[in-house]
């Protein structure tokens, strides 16, 4: 089975910077998309990116943060700029194959404060 390795996360301070990284164990990775939930929300889209390199973001990320892929790592990334309090929350990274059902990570805390 296909394993996710989340990193990159924990504690920033407003105006900070984190970068999340998400490496696969399974070579092709297709695309890519990183979620955030926070409790008694649902978990919601943040950015994605397809197999063509092609980006979309969420309005209450847009500027600030950059999701990326590199194929030879099998890993996708989500730098995280000008942090706000509002951006603590949970982030799942799924990554997405052609042969295989999208994989999901198992969650990584991120939190924004003073």
């Known amino acids: 089975q296909v394993q996710l390795v989340e990193s990159g996360g924990g504690s920033a301070q407003p105006g900070g910077s984190l970068r999340l990284s998400c490496a696969a164990s399974?070579?092709?990775?297709?695309?890519g998309g990183w979620y955030r939930q926070t409790p008694g929300n649902q978990r919601e889209w943040v950015a994605s990116?397809?197999?063509?390199?092609?980006?979309n973001y969420a309005d209450s990320v847009k500027g600030r943060f950059t999701i990326s892929k590199d194929n030879a790592k099998n890993t996708v990334y989500l730098q995280m700029n000008s942090l706000k309090p509002e951006d603590t929350a949970v982030y799942y990274c799924?990554?997405?194959?052609?042969?295989?059902?999208?994989?999901w990570g198992q969650g990584l805390q991120v939190t924004v404060s003073s």
């Open positions: 799924k990554v997405v194959y052609l042969e295989i059902a999208d994989i």
């Open positions: 990116i397809t197999t063509g390199g092609y980006t």
């Open positions: 399974r070579s092709s990775v297709y695309a």
